[in-house]
């Protein structure tokens, strides 16, 4: 076997066995403890709800072991088999090597490989979360939501991926330079313009009524120097019973968007709290420093993409012909295998990653803290919230530092008491 051969094998399995272990070490961490609520909630949540929250916990983390089997069968199957320089090849030969022919194989293939992805995430929502009350779609939408997210990638992800096609043409060896460049401006006008055009698309935007409520909250922003357009209450109940939280667009565009679960769930000052948690994350520029290194991974992954496509021993391992030169047919294999092997190298840096979203949410938590002049609230609505959700309270702490972006209900609980 050549050595790239066993490389990406590695990556992969490795990737995929270190997922199967951490889930089963989480298991077990949670069976040991299903019996009694963990002690700092006890007298807070119920047995029976608690018990709830375990059995969700194993019942998705069954599911997940069979998503991973899957994808890395998958993957090696679709890397290794030669599947993709012979359908390049059948695509070249019916349409074209022109940028618009290329990019729609890029495209095609793009959808191909989500399409097994349609049948795992249909028995998630109505199997798993059907089966814990969490969900109130119906299939109808759900098709529908499916169907409109494919409109908007043709829309909008295929004409992007034409452009930085062109750019390999247009601008040569510097290419990549560029192409992260056009990457990144489309990013920042999605989050511009995603407000207003894409989430209506999909969910129905009300402005909070006049109340108490309304009042309470717009008071908070104005103290707090955040300012705010609009307050509005998003149907998210037509979806799932999970709620949440979270403010979009910039400066005088700003609204806070809060789901219709939420208010239903919390009281009026626990929802302040909430509210006052989401414009730390604001004040405390976690928001920027979050865009920063979104921009940084963009870059790098263009300069990965760039190295890729100079590396002849590369292409001929997964059997693509290289002819030097900077046409997009040339750098179309580095794309293809970057995207499906970025994941296997992405994987061991999630720990370090949420290290660092976890310090912006004890932030934001000490942030709420100094604003409400109290925790109780605050760790009131966090207690129900995970509670409503069925979050699993005791996640075992080396799968948590993979997979959680947040630090857990006890863990807040615990900094907040610190800070108070
Ligand atoms: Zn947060």
Redesign the pocket.
């Known amino acids: 076997m050549q050595p790239f051969v066993i490389i990406a094998l590695v990556l992969i399995i490795a990737r995929a066995v270190t997922e199967l272990w951490l889930t089963r070490l989480n298991r077990f961490h949670v069976r040991a403890h299903r019996t009694e609520v963990p002690p700092p909630l006890r007298g807070v949540m119920d047995e029976s709800t608690y018990r709830r929250s375990v059995d969700y916990t194993l019942a998705k983390s069954r599911f997940g072991n069979v998503v991973n089997v899957f994808d890395a069968v998958v993957l090696i199957a679709v890397l290794f088999s030669g599947l993709l320089p012979w359908g390049f090849g059948k695509f070249n030969a019916n349409f074209g090597s022109s940028i618009w022919a290329t990019a729609g194989f890029l495209f095609v293939v793009g959808i191909a490989l989500s399409i097994p992805g349609l049948a795992f995430a249909w028995y998630a929502q109505f199997r798993i979360e059907q089966r814990f009350g969490f969900n109130t779609t119906i299939i109808k939408m759900w098709i529908v939501d499916r169907l409109k997210g494919l409109l908007l990638a043709v829309l909008l992800g295929y004409p992007l991926l034409v452009l930085v096609l062109k750019l390999i043409e247009w601008a040569g060896a510097s290419w990549w330079l560029w192409a992260a460049g056009v990457v990144v401006a489309f990013q920042l006008l999605l989050l511009l313009i995603a407000p207003a055009i894409i989430m209506p698309l999909f969910n129905k935007f009300t402005p909070l009524p006049q109340g108490a409520l309304r009042e309470r909250l717009f008071a908070l922003a104005q103290r707090k120097r955040f300012p705010t357009r609009s307050i509005e209450v998003m149907d998210g109940s037509k979806r799932s019973r999970h709620s949440n939280a979270f403010f979009t667009g910039f400066g005088r565009f700003r609204k806070i968007v809060l789901f219709d679960t939420l208010i239903a769930q919390l009281t009026e000052l626990e929802v302040e709290s909430v509210l006052a948690?989401?414009i730390?994350?604001y004040k405390k520029r976690?928001v920027i420093k979050m865009l920063g290194v979104s921009i940084g991974g963009i870059v790098m992954a263009f300069a990965a993409i760039a190295w890729l496509a100079r590396q002849q021993w590369l292409y001929h391992t997964f059997g693509f012909e290289y002819q030097p030169g900077f046409d997009a047919p040339n750098v179309v294999p580095a794309i293809l295998l970057f995207a499906l092997l970025a994941g296997t190298i992405t994987f061991w840096i999630l720990p370090l990653i949420h290290i660092w979203s976890r310090h912006?949410?004890y932030e934001?938590?000490a942030f709420a803290a100094a604003t409400m002049g109290e925790t109780q609230s605050l760790i009131q609505a966090l207690r129900k919230l995970s509670e409503k959700n069925l979050s699993n309270l005791i996640p075992h702490p080396l799968y948590s530092s993979f997979y959680y972006s947040?630090p857990t209900l006890l863990e807040r609980e615990r900094a907040l008491r610190v800070a108070g």
């Open positions: 948690h989401e730390g994350h976690h912006f949410e934001a938590d947040h």
